[in-house]
């Protein structure tokens, strides 16, 4: 359904991406991985129109590239940014309503599809977002953007910062809303949940893709994780 190809993108000067290739499939879970810097949420925004770039970007056959991030939205992908942007001043609650109003009606999702997802938020829908937890503020970003009803959640570094049982938390929810039919590209750098979790996946490496596999293809591959992904 996403066919990226030829990615290139640039900040100032600076050649960020440096041609691109990346698919995901109707209902696939894939793994965008790679060290800090080499260019993965860069890739998350050029896909969302939120960097300029240069190349194809294909969403269900039709080019996105240099469509605006509101339009991008609206033909059903939705993107959770690493910097978990939640309204602080504003209740969980009203969070979500936001998200909902993106879309301007329920799609597949009503407040009790999210509850049931995310227990807490029911308990805590009415605390300031500002107040809630890292991990609960992360569970609130990917809430928002369900409710907006994509077919495609764009989700980076969800587990960044989060405890280990949170972090196996977030593996279990993102497999759950995979089961209800959204294909998701997870962006990780740790392999944990990524290598649980996706169907296949994709390392970067300096602006460009450098392996591509399974799972099972990249735990047998012990140089590519030396070379792109241990610290
Ligand atoms: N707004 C920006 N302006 C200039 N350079 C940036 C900006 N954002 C990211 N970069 C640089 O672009 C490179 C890729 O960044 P990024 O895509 O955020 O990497 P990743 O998400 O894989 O950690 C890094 O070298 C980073 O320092
Ligand atoms: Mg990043």
Known sequence: MLQIIGLHAY??????????DLDVGEHEIVGLLGRNGVGRSTTCKAVMGLVAARGSINWRGRNIVGLRPDQIAHLGIG???????VFPTLTARQNL?????????????RFADIYDLFP?????????????????????????????????????????????????????????????????LLIEQKLTIALQISHRLYVMGHGRVVFTGT?????????????????
């Open 120 to 184: 807490n938020l029911r308990d805590r829908q009415h605390v300031l977002a500002a107040q809630l937890s890292g991990g609960e503020q992360q569970m609130l970003t990917i809430s928002r953007t369900l409710l907006g009803d994509p077919d495609l959640i764009i989700v980076d570094e969800p587990t960044e910062g989060l405890a280990p049982k949170l972090v196996a938390r977030v593996g279990e929810v993102l497999r759950e809303i995979a089961r209800r039919g959204i294909a998701i």
């Open 11 to 20: 900040y100032g000067m600076i050649h960020i991406l440096q041609g691109v």
């Open 97 to 109: 309503e936001l998200g909902l109003k993106r879309a301007g009606r329920f799609g597949r999702w």
């Open 215 to 231: 799972p099972a293809e990249l735990a047998a591959e012990a140089s590519v994780r030396r070379q792109w992904l241990e610290v």
């Open 79 to 85: 993107y959770v940014p690493e910097d978990r942007q």
